[in-house]
């Protein structure tokens, strides 16, 4: 055999052990795309109530106040550590509570003499400036309806409160 017959058996050798690869690598790649899409398939649900009930890691809500509305940028988180990333886009200054309570926001405080010492309170911002943002960290959320209020004289009889719900 010639240097040349060598060289070219060689080449086609390599070429066939190339594409023996490749296949096996296709058949490989179909399979596992197979296996991917029935998971997927099988397991989306599962992915969804994880979503809503597992955090991946500590949960953050923007929450925007203004004049005289309070408005979470979700409506439920899960429960754990949830950090409320509040900003103030009105021209007058606000406060914001969240409060553990089974009463809708609208009946949480009374609408003639709202107090700052609120049962049921798990943290509040008690003066955002206007244009102002401060975040609220709370540890240990529990699953429950809660409300979120400003208690500053006035704002909650103006409707200033949203309700807000913990998985």
Same mark, same amino acid.
């Given at each position: 055999?010639?240097?040349?017959?060598?060289?070219?058996? %060689? /080449? $086609?050798?390599?070429?066939?052990?190339? =594409?023996?690869?490749?296949? #096996?690598?296709?058949? !490989? &790649?179909? +399979? %596992? /795309? $197979?296996?991917?899409?029935?998971?997927? =398939?099988?397991?989306?649900? #599962?992915?969804?109530? !994880? &979503?809503? +009930?597992?955090?991946?890691?500590?949960?953050?809500?923007?929450?925007?106040?203004?004049?005289?509305?309070?408005?979470?940028?979700?409506?439920?988180?899960?429960?754990?550590?949830?950090?409320?990333?509040?900003?103030?886009?009105?021209?007058?200054?606000?406060?914001?509570?969240?409060?553990?309570?089974?009463?809708?926001?609208?009946?949480?405080?009374?609408?003639?003499?709202?107090?700052?010492?609120?049962?049921?309170?798990?943290?509040?911002?008690?003066?955002?400036?206007?244009?102002?943002?401060?975040?609220?960290?709370?540890?240990?959320?529990?699953?429950?309806?809660?409300?979120?209020?400003?208690?500053?004289?006035?704002?909650?009889?103006?409707?200033?409160?949203?309700?807000?719900?913990?998985?």
């Amino acid at each position: 055999m010639t240097h040349r017959s060598i060289h070219a058996a %060689t /080449t $086609a050798a390599a070429i066939a052990i190339a =594409a023996i690869g490749l296949a #096996a690598c296709g058949s !490989t &790649t179909k +399979t %596992t /795309t $197979a296996t991917k899409t029935t998971s997927t =398939a099988k397991t989306t649900p #599962a992915a969804t109530t !994880t &979503t809503t +009930t597992a955090p991946h890691g500590p949960a953050k809500v923007a929450v925007t106040l203004s004049e005289f509305k309070i408005k979470p940028a979700v409506p439920r988180v899960a429960a754990g550590r949830v950090t409320f990333v509040v900003t103030n886009a009105g021209k007058v200054k606000h406060q914001f509570t969240i409060i553990r309570t089974d009463k809708p926001a609208a009946a949480v405080l009374s609408k003639h003499n709202p107090d700052d010492d609120i049962p049921g309170a798990r943290g509040e911002i008690s003066a955002l400036a206007p244009g102002a943002t401060k975040q609220l960290v709370v540890k240990h959320l529990k699953p429950g309806h809660y409300a979120l209020v400003c208690a500053l004289p006035g704002h909650y009889q103006a409707g200033m409160y949203a309700d807000f719900t913990v998985n």
